[in-house]
Structures are given as C-alpha cells and as structure tokens.
C-alpha cells in the first residue's frame, strides 16, 4: 500500500521559498502520477501541479507559473514542490496525492493521500 508523506511546510516571508517534499514508502513512486493540492482555510483544495510519470509536468493554477516547480527523484522515492517568491494568497495546507492513470485536476480522483504540510506566507 503506497503511503504519502509531506514535509517542508512552515511559516516564510513573502518573496521567500520553500521546498515542500512528498516521500513515499510502500511503493515505488514510479508507477504513479503525483499531483499537489492546497486548501486554504474556508477553501476548497484545488490542484496546484501534478508530476507525470514520463518526467513531465503540468501547472493548473495560473498564479504560480513561473514561481513554482515540481519535481520527482527516483532514487529517493519523493517528489518536490519547489516554491519560490511566495505570497500571502499562498498561504494553505499542502497535500501531495498519487493516482496510477493519469494528472487529474479534481481531488476527488487520487487514491492515495498524504496527511498535509501547512505553509504561511505573513510578515
């Protein structure tokens, strides 16, 4: 059974970074497809960007092109969130989630949940 495990979460400045992980036991990462998503307070949780298992990626949410990146590291069974000049419009909890079949943007459609990593983004 895959089991998901965030990290990296914290409290920074606007501007600043964070590099969230998703470490996976169980199984091997390789299978799956590897999407993040964020829930603010009172929010729904929508799709940050999903990582493919051809090494590919997509982003769903337009506010972090260019500020954020996603990433998988076989041999350490984990993918990445690097997050960069980071505001306070992102500030939520971060889930990694693994589905086997494709990037999906809706949560409901993963199979596999990591229990969150919360990021504040506050002067």
């Known amino acids: 059974q895959l089991q998901l495990v965030e990290s990296g979460g914290g409290l920074v400045q606007p501007g600043g970074s964070l590099r969230l992980s998703c470490a996976a036991s169980?199984?091997?990462?390789?299978?799956?497809?590897i999407g993040w998503f964020r829930q603010a307070p009172g929010k729904a949780r929508e799709a940050v960007s999903c990582s493919m298992r051809s090494g590919g990626s997509t982003v769903y949410v337009d506010s972090v092109k260019g500020r954020f990146t996603i990433s998988r590291d076989s041999s350490d069974n984990t993918v990445y969130l690097q997050m960069n000049s980071l505001k306070p419009e992102d500030t939520a909890t971060y889930y990694c989630a693994a589905r086997p079949w494709s990037c999906h943007h809706l949560a409901s459609e993963y199979q596999f949940w990591g229990q969150g990593t919360p990021v504040a983004v506050s002067s």
């Open positions: 169980g199984s091997n990462l390789d299978p799956y497809y």
